[in-house]
């Protein structure tokens, strides 16, 4: 129902766009996001998008933008300057008071 495409191995200051295609039930969800985890870590959001509105935690704000293609059912992040620190499983999530979709994630190594 969600699948997540488009991680990659990338150098320190490189670029990269992730995908996640969703089936138009679940695209119609209250709000869609981005998550990772990196080694060790807890997963955390990195952005939402519902409606017209945007949230971003402070470590990517300015280096990674998350937008939809409502034709296309899918929820892009387009990602910036990567830094060795963004290094992670990506995971799309969508999101609604009864339901919470999770996609299977791509890997996003970036290397200094």
């Known amino acids: 129902q969600l699948q997540a495409s488009g991680g990659g191995l990338v150098q320190a200051g490189g670029s990269l766009r992730l995908s996640c295609a969703a089936s138009?039930?679940?695209?119609?969800?209250?709000?869609m996001g981005w998550y990772r985890q990196a080694p060790g870590k807890q997963r955390e959001l990195v952005a939402a998008i519902s409606g017209r509105s945007t949230v971003y935690r402070d470590f990517v704000k300015g280096r990674f933008t998350i937008s939809t293609d409502n034709a296309k059912n899918t929820v892009y992040l387009q990602m910036k300057n990567l830094k060795p620190e963004d290094t992670g499983v990506y995971y799309c999530?969508?999101?609604?008071?009864?339901?919470?979709?999770w996609g299977q994630g791509t890997q996003v190594t970036v290397s200094s």
């Open positions: 999530n969508a999101a609604s008071p009864a339901d919470d979709y």
């Open positions: 138009g039930s679940i695209f119609s969800s209250d709000a």
